[in-house]
């Protein structure tokens, strides 16, 4: 089987927001919506305060709340663990954005563009009237990684089939691959790395790790 | 490396926004609804109510679903809400109301006493599970600590209950009928108290000042307006003549259903708080 997961390095990421860009860029979510975002957390007391940059989004959960209530069956989970909406199903309820436990969904009932009335190139072609008034949210740029995979790429190695959040990122804080393949980036990563999921107390299984230490080594 | 003795660290929770007063007004009037759909099926099978006492009940179960209905994005895809009955609450809520609805609706034409009084009783059972789909939608909505707790469910179904049968009673208008209904609301207020204090109980403690803060106004409504003040007035009209205990049942009625409403209200816009995100550790950088 395949699980599609990602991986956040805390230790890396520097807070740049260029996975939001880059989000916001591929697949145009109006003003106010962010798919990928980049939480930027103050932890401590003076003067020992730290800063700490934790992307956040739809964490494609392998138990997701948000399918669970959906009455309309919108929201689905594929078999590789990528979880979707199907906006012609969706009637707007945003019952799944109280039962998302990650805030990652977002509902806009009106078309607006970044700069004013006119959409910028990328959102006139992006444009998708079945968006307004549905629930929307990261979809792990699935197109993306169906079109990579038909071709033969390997989402997470070929960035043609590697979504875009993770192709943008300067510090290389962001890892995209197959976590029930063991000998795939993101597997690698977990296998040396000490990680954690959000709010993992909910039961929710997240498909999006972060990595805070390396392994201590055996002695 | 800051290692502080907390456990997790993260930004404050806020407020959620998707659901709005006009989702509240499908908890507060249209639980109320199927309250008074419970209660006044079961006293049109006892032969105490006309079986006009029904249409109230549906009355206010549809002013909740269309106050939902003008929050959904999609209006005219409104009928796929039943396309999930499987897990989906908000589904099973759906064909509870469109059962109670029919049930109702046929207690009302049907021409044979007996055959009233069954659907009436079948009508009562499904203003019942109305209360409790709605509850376990709250109990489902796993993204707001106020609502996954699970002692929202007993809470939410016994305020619907005592809401309904101090509506019945209200709409019943006659004195010496009305009193019949007063020993159950009693016996309903202290079960609501009582559900009410455990849920109150188990998120003591685990919410944000906010959301802490709109419980505890909850809580003043519900326990001084809607509890003893509602339990005093019952009281009165139990011993008084009927002109005085039909003034006193519809004013302990009101202390009941205002309380409830208040504190369901506030629970769905003002105690709603997400829990922000956390982190269990914090990045170890650089060399060790």
Redesign the interface.
């Known amino acids: 089987m395949t699980r599609w997961a990602m991986v956040a390095?805390?230790?890396r990421c520097v807070g740049c927001q260029t996975c939001t860009a880059a989000c916001k860029h591929a697949n145009a979510t109006p003003p106010g919506v962010q798919w990928r975002r980049v939480?930027d957390?103050e932890?401590?007391e003076y003067p020992?305060?730290?800063r700490?940059f934790?992307p956040?989004g739809c964490m494609h959960c392998a138990d997701p709340?948000c399918?669970?209530?959906?009455?309309?069956?919108?929201t689905r989970k594929r078999a590789d663990g990528i979880v979707t909406i199907d906006y012609d199903?969706?009637?707007?309820?945003?019952?799944c954005?109280?039962?998302?436990?990650?805030?990652a969904r977002y509902?806009t009932?009106r078309a607006t563009f970044a700069y004013g009335d006119q959409p910028m190139a990328n959102e006139a072609a992006k444009f998708d009237p079945g968006r307004?008034?549905?629930a929307t949210k990261c979809t792990f740029c699935h197109e993306r990684i169906d079109a990579g995979l038909a071709k033969g790429l390997t989402p997470g190695v070929d960035p043609e089939a590697t979504p875009a959040c993770v192709n943008s990122c300067i510090a290389q804080a962001l890892h995209f691959g197959d976590a029930d393949d063991p000998a795939s980036n993101v597997s690698q990563l977990l296998a040396e790395n000490?990680f954690?999921r959000?709010?993992?107390e909910?039961g929710?299984e997240p498909g999006f790790y972060?990595?805070?230490?390396?392994k201590e080594a055996n002695p | 490396m800051i290692r502080g003795d907390r456990t997790t660290f993260g930004p404050s929770a806020w407020l959620q926004q998707h659901w709005d007063a006009r989702a509240a007004t499908n908890f507060v009037v249209g639980g109320a609804g199927g309250g008074m759909l419970a209660a006044a099926g079961a006293a049109v099978t006892m032969q105490a109510a006309p079986a006009g006492l029904i249409v109230p009940a549906l009355v206010l179960m549809a002013i909740g679903l269309t106050a939902v209905w003008f929050e959904i994005g999609r209006k005219l895809r409104a009928l796929h809400v039943y396309f999930n009955p499987f897990t989906s609450w908000m589904t099973r809520e759906a064909f509870v109301a469109a059962a109670a609805f029919a049930l109702g609706f046929a207690a009302l034409v049907v021409p044979a006493p007996a055959w009233t009084r069954v659907l009436a009783l079948v009508a009562a059972l499904a203003g019942v599970a109305f209360a409790y789909c709605q509850a376990r939608m709250l109990h489902a909505s796993r993204g707001i600590p106020a609502w996954r707790e699970p002692a929202i469910v007993p809470f939410v179904v016994a305020t619907d209950l005592a809401e309904g049968v101090a509506l019945a009673a209200m709409a019943l208008g006659d004195g010496a009928r009305a009193r019949y209904a007063l020993p159950l609301l009693v016996a309903l207020l202290a079960v609501r108290l009582a559900t009410w204090l455990r849920y109150r109980g188990r998120l003591a403690g685990r919410l944000t000042r906010q959301a802490e803060a709109a419980l505890a106004r909850a809580h003043g409504a519900l326990v001084w307006a809607g509890t003893v003040a509602a339990l005093a007035l019952a009281g009165i009209a139990l011993v008084s003549p009927t002109g005085l205990a039909m003034a006193a049942t519809a004013a302990a009625a009101l202390a009941t259903i205002a309380g409830g409403w208040i504190a369901k209200f506030l629970i769905v816009t003002r105690a709603s708080y997400n829990q922000g995100f956390a982190l269990p550790k914090l990045p170890v950088r650089g060399g060790r």
């Open positions: 390095d805390l230790r939480l957390m932890v401590g020992n305060v730290n700490v934790v956040v709340p399918m669970h209530v959906c009455p309309s069956t919108a199903l969706c009637i707007g309820c945003a019952y954005a109280v039962a998302c436990p990650y805030q509902k009932d307004l008034g549905v000490q954690f959000m709010h993992e909910l929710t972060y990595l805070w230490d390396r």
